[in-house]
């Protein structure tokens, strides 16, 4: 299967599919989601012992950088005035080894800060990925592979940024803020009244910045999924661009959309390089104020030169935990936002899931048994299937033929379990295979698709990708069995040779033969191929034929066939047309019946 978005959602863009994203997108923003916070908190709690340490490690690098300025004040007031210099010499040193402290608190806050986060991060990754792979087909079909990518990808690290740095720093900085009034009012209530004349305006100033970066960064999350939305299906379409020369077209409609993600960073980042400055701002003019007020002050004899000093100290440091509050907040908003859609993906149903109890299939005869099966992919969407009754005793093999859509590679998917009946039921030697746990049904039901996937990796792993430890003997076998032997061989190095992304350096028969090869490796009691609808040239033909006929010897099979030497070989052929079957019998009933088999037999396989 390849990654294209499906017929029913044909002509549906990764950008009109990313407005549902979009949608539930804009409705984030708030600063704290208690569901999201709750389910995230959940991650950090078995790092609980290391989360504590970075508290306590930050607390303490809170204290000594609230200490220093106050020992600079001691150093000035009680020494340097006094002229003390030992005094001077011991508490230098311990100014000295407090700066010390500092270095190796914070580098170890950060340290464990950084550990736990990347830890959350690949929790969080793999339990997305582990979801995304229980999800059944019908939900990957219905969304684009880049924005679920960045989901995984971008959504999860702004989280990260909030769980690991944020709540810690948080703490903090508001400790220090805290910390810094108090002492500065302690020190000099005047001064310090004096100096807090800015808050008001850098108060103003982060309430209007942190309502317009709300929108501003919102909107850089939603164009940034498009970014990659687009690029990762033009990249999927490479082959389609280039063979109908639209890489103009392609290059514009890319530009479009990273010119939006461009123009969204720009405005997000020009109102934190507005906004920044303006506090730096504001910041120097408390400074100014502190230097003028405080000077006027020392000379009045109503403050000592250290409590000036210390103050101009602490002033500098003030500004330093806004600033940082004000990037948190919207870190906050776009982390909340992020996590609403990681916690919306999370909490995707698993639709197609195994019954509490559900009992492994163990396939006695291999008769399979459609009851009335009806069948939709999506509730709004048409009926695929109406009303199907068939039976196929064990060990026949049976032919389904139709026209184009008429709905045989549904059937092969049903029977597999890959969507779930809308109604009626199929039975597999009369076990409902809803009863049935999935991994033991597709274990012995093997469908050889259509488009049969490699994976790019080497021959011999695409062969074993059923079973993993199969041996080298036991591929060489499978590829012998399968006719694929030969042309592996042929390959510059053989069984190692490593297939490209999409099997691109594997032609269409030859994919098939693999495909074949896969399958019989795994030994299925049922199998279901549906026959690539491409033309394939006659040895390769008669090789597939072949590998088909030792395929199908004592197992019950389904053929979706457009070739007519597998329809020949059926013992039963059943005609399909707009999801109805219209005719069955053998392949001389039906020509003789003169219907739609015969018309389809004149038009397809008589050359
Ligand atoms: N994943 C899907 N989601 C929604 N509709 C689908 C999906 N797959 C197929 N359909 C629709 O179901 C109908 C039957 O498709 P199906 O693939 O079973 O046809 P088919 O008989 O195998 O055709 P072909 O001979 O071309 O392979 C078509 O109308 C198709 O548009
Ligand atoms: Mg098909």
Redesign the pocket.
């Known amino acids: 299967m390849s990654f294209s978005i499906?017929?029913?959602?044909a002509g549906m863009g990764p950008r009109s599919a990313l407005d549902n994203f979009g949608n539930t997108d804009s409705k984030g923003g708030e600063v704290f989601n208690q569901k999201v916070v709750s389910r995230m908190l959940a991650y950090l709690k078995p790092h609980g012992w290391k989360m504590i340490a970075a508290l306590i490690l930050t607390l303490a690098e809170s204290g000594l950088t609230l200490m220093a300025p106050y020992l600079t004040k001691i150093a000035i007031d009680d020494y340097i005035i006094p002229g003390n210099l030992d005094g001077l010499t011991n508490l230098s040193i311990l100014i000295g080894l407090a700066y010390i402290c500092i270095f190796f608190v914070s580098s170890g806050q950060r340290y464990l800060l950084s550990w736990v986060g990347q830890q959350v991060l690949a929790k969080l990754r793999s339990d997305l990925f582990r979801h995304l792979q229980r999800l059944h087909?019908?939900y990957h079909?219905k969304h684009i592979t880049g924005v679920t990518v960045s989901r995984v990808i971008n959504d999860v690290a702004e989280i990260n940024e909030l769980l690991s740095q944020g709540i810690i720093t948080l703490i903090g900085d508001v400790v220090v803020l805290i910390g810094i009034i108090v002492i500065m009012l302690t020190m000099s209530p005047k001064l310090a009244l004096f100096t807090f004349i800015v808050l008001p305006l850098m108060f103003l100033a982060t309430w209007i910045f942190s309502r317009q970066a709300r929108s501003a960064f919102r909107e850089t999350r939603s164009k940034v999924a498009a970014v990659v939305g687009d690029l990762a299906e033009d990249i999927n379409g490479i082959r389609a661009i280039q063979a109908f020369s639209r890489e103009k077209a392609s290059q514009e409609r890319f530009e479009q959309v990273n010119r939006e993600n461009r123009n969204a960073y720009i405005n997000a980042m020009s109102l934190s390089y507005i906004f920044l400055p303006a506090i730096e701002f504001l910041g120097m003019l408390a400074t100014v104020i502190v230097l003028w007020l405080g000077g006027y002050l020392v000379l009045e004899n109503e403050v000592t030169l250290g409590v000036m000093v210390a103050f101009l100290n602490y002033v500098s440091r003030f500004f330093q935990p806004i600033q940082e509050l004000s990037r948190m907040y919207t870190t906050f908003q776009s982390a909340m936002a992020g996590g609403e859609q990681v916690v919306k993906l999370l909490d995707t149903p698993v639709e197609i899931s195994d019954k509490p109890g559900a009992i492994d299939l163990k396939v006695e005869k291999g008769k399979i048994q459609f009851k009335d099966v009806t069948f939709?992919?999506?509730s709004d969407?048409?009926i695929?299937?109406k009303n199907i009754n068939l039976t196929i005793e064990p060990g026949k093999t049976i032919a389904?033929v139709?026209?184009?859509?008429?709905?045989?590679?549904?059937?092969?998917?049903l029977i597999a379990r890959f969507?779930e009946v809308t109604q009626g039921a199929i039975f597999i030697d009369d076990t409902d295979i809803r009863d049935v746990n999935q991994q033991s049904l597709r274990q012995q039901v093997r469908v050889i698709s259509?488009e049969p996937f490699l994976f790019s990796r080497s021959i011999a792993e695409n062969i074993s990708y059923g079973i993993p430890d199969a041996s080298m003997a036991q591929i060489e076998q499978a590829a012998t069995q399968a006719n694929a032997h030969d042309f592996i061989s042929h390959l510059p190095e053989g069984y190692n040779t490593r297939v490209l992304e999409g099997g691109v350096n594997v032609s269409q028969g030859q994919r098939q033969l693999l495909s074949i090869a896969r399958a019989l490796l795994t030994d299925p009691r049922i199998l279901i191929l549906?026959e690539a609808?491409a033309n394939i040239d006659t040895v390769t033909e008669a090789l597939i034929q072949d590998a088909l006929a030792r395929m199908l010897k004592g197992r019950t099979a389904i053929v979706?066939a457009?070739r007519l030497s597998t329809v020949r070989n059926a013992d039963r052929v059943f005609v399909?047309d707009h999801?109805e079957i219209v005719e069955q019998g053998s392949h001389e009933e039906l020509l003789a019946a003169n219907g739609l088999y015969a018309a389809l037999y004149e038009r397809q396989f008589m050359d």
């Open positions: 499906g017929p029913s959602s087909l019908g079909e939709q992919y999506r969407s048409p695929v299937l389904v139709g026209p184009t859509g008429a709905g045989k590679t549904t059937i092969a998917s969507y259509q549906d609808t979706i457009h399909i999801g």
